[in-house]
């Protein structure tokens, strides 16, 4: 079954605490994409990457990290020095960035902070 | 600046009324206009771009230039229309990174 699997669908992480965010594609894109989704402010770019072994910030980079050591792979780890780490992070892949590309998504990681 | 604006955070209408959903855009150049849709415990998913002009699901868009706009419409409004929608642009000035709209909630009323 071919897609975008995101884990765990619900986190909870004490204040001060690293987290990762699993994303996993089977669809051999090249892009990947972590995405960052409150209520009335639609979708927030985080990082981005194009190729494996590269990724690019996004609009709020601040407080988040990423690795692209795998096509398939591209988690995103929620640091202690993100000031508002709770939220709904959505991962998507497209086949690459340019003119015409659809993005894909997976299920989103609701992350709660207590 | 490169922005997309909906302005109605929520739509209700009754099932079997035409639907409007308002999207603007500031873009200096030439961009490629979608829009995504995402339902009720279902993942967000494209339903149609402009380059395609075509009908999805009884749904049309047109992008205008003049205006800025890319509004989707849809004559008849069924209650599986309910969802979030959101309007988005891609273009060489944002590096084909997508911009995103803040999203309407449609609510279809029986």
């Known amino acids: 079954d071919g897609g975008i699997t995101q884990s765990p669908k619900y986190l909870f992480r004490k204040e001060g605490q690293n987290v990762t965010l699993s994303c996993e594609q089977n669809?051999?894109?090249?892009?990947m994409y972590w995405y960052r989704q409150d209520p009335g402010q639609g979708l927030r770019l985080i990082y981005y990457s194009q190729i494996v072994n590269d990724f690019q910030k996004g609009d709020i980079a601040e407080g988040y990290s990423v690795s692209r050591e795998k096509k398939e792979s591209f988690p995103l780890t929620v640091t202690s020095a993100q000031k508002n780490p709770t939220a709904f992070y959505l991962c998507?892949?497209?086949?690459?960035?340019?003119?015409?590309?659809?993005?894909?998504f997976g299920q989103g990681t609701r992350l709660t902070v207590v | 600046a490169q922005r997309v604006t909906q302005p109605e955070k929520l739509l209700s209408v009754f099932k079997g009324a035409p639907v409007e959903l308002k999207c603007n855009y500031s873009?200096?150049?030439?961009?490629?206009l979608f829009w995504y849709v995402q339902y009720s415990r279902q993942r967000l998913q494209l339903l149609l771009r402009?380059?395609?002009?075509?009908s999805i699901k009884g749904f049309t868009a047109d992008l205008n230039k003049g205006e800025t706009s890319f509004h989707l419409k849809k004559p008849f409004a069924q209650e599986e229309d309910s969802a979030m929608y959101y309007c988005?642009?891609?273009?060489?000035?944002?590096?084909?990174?997508?911009?995103w709209g803040a999203g309407t909630k449609l609510i279809i009323k029986p």
């Open positions: 402009h380059i395609s002009r075509e």
């Open positions: 998507a892949s497209s086949i690459g960035a340019g003119w015409g590309t659809e993005a894909f």
């Open positions: 669809l051999n894109h090249d892009a």
């Open positions: 988005a642009l891609s273009g060489e000035d944002s590096n084909y990174q997508l911009i």
């Open positions: 873009y200096s150049g030439s961009p490629e």
